[in-house]
């Protein structure tokens, strides 16, 4: 099941800077999209999310973007600290409660 | 802040046993999930649960595997006789009517079967 992407299995990026994490999806019948955080030995956090009538949504140093017609959102973490470190996951869904399909994550290293 | 819970952190079974494995939502939410992550891969669906019933399960979600909400506040997963390829992290869910469709996590079960 290949539904959503996240083809760079890791980042690594200096403190300060921009992290930029990329998902694809081939499902058009997406309608919700969703980024998580996860440390070793914890559930999924939520981050922030953005529905397909958006192209975008900020949440403080987090941005989503959403390009429906690539099938192509990305998540942007400005300015990136160390505790920025984790797992991160994109997951979609068809409708509103409806099942998370999820990435296979992409680890983010925040240099100091 | 409110949160998800689930006990066991850590379970430890023979192949064959059956396992129930326990969560407890957030109070208001009114949707329920189960996720597994076996390790090195991604975290899957396996079942959604809604005004008391289930509402889609996947094909993993087989006899052997069923949910309940016994009394309001729990939300289990039993697995009736497990085997070795069970062995993964359960994650439960839950989330209530909001603009931003976001699912709360528990920490997870991990499931080992011997």
């Known amino acids: 099941d290949q539904q959503v992407k996240q083809n760079s299995p890791s980042l690594s990026v200096q403190e300060g800077r921009i992290s930029i994490l990329n998902c694809d999806y081939t499902?058009?019948?997406?309608?919700?999209f969703l980024w998580y955080k996860k440390y070793p030995a914890e559930g999924p956090t939520f981050l922030i999310s953005?529905?397909?009538?958006?192209d975008k949504n900020e949440d403080g140093r987090f941005t989503v973007f959403l390009n429906k017609s690539a099938k192509h959102l990305s998540l942007h973490i400005v300015p990136s600290q160390p505790g920025d470190s984790a797992v991160y996951f994109c997951?979609?869904?068809?409708?509103?409660?409806?099942?998370?399909?999820f990435g296979a994550g992409t680890i983010l290293r925040v240099k100091s | 802040e409110p949160e998800v819970t689930q006990t066991p952190s850590h379970q430890v079974t023979q192949m064959g046993q059956e396992v129930i494995l326990r969560c407890v939502p957030i109070?208001?939410?009114?949707?329920f999930y189960w996720y597994r992550q076996i390790l090195g891969q991604k975290v899957e669906f396996l079942v959604s649960?809604?005004?008391?019933?289930?509402?889609?399960k996947s094909e993993i979600f087989d006899d052997q595997f069923s949910v309940e909400r016994p009394d309001g506040s729990n939300f289990t997963l039993k697995i009736r006789s497990t085997k070795l390829e069970d062995s993964a992290m359960y994650f439960c869910?839950?989330?209530?009517?909001?603009?931003?469709?976001?699912?709360?996590f528990g920490p997870g079960t991990r499931l080992t079967v011997l």
């Open positions: 869910a839950s989330a209530n009517e909001g603009l931003r469709n976001e699912q709360f």
């Open positions: 953005i529905s397909s009538i958006k």
């Open positions: 649960f809604y005004n008391n019933e289930i509402s889609e």
């Open positions: 499902n058009s019948m997406f309608d919700y």
């Open positions: 109070s208001n939410h009114l949707y």
């Open positions: 997951a979609a869904s068809e409708g509103y409660g409806n099942k998370l399909v």
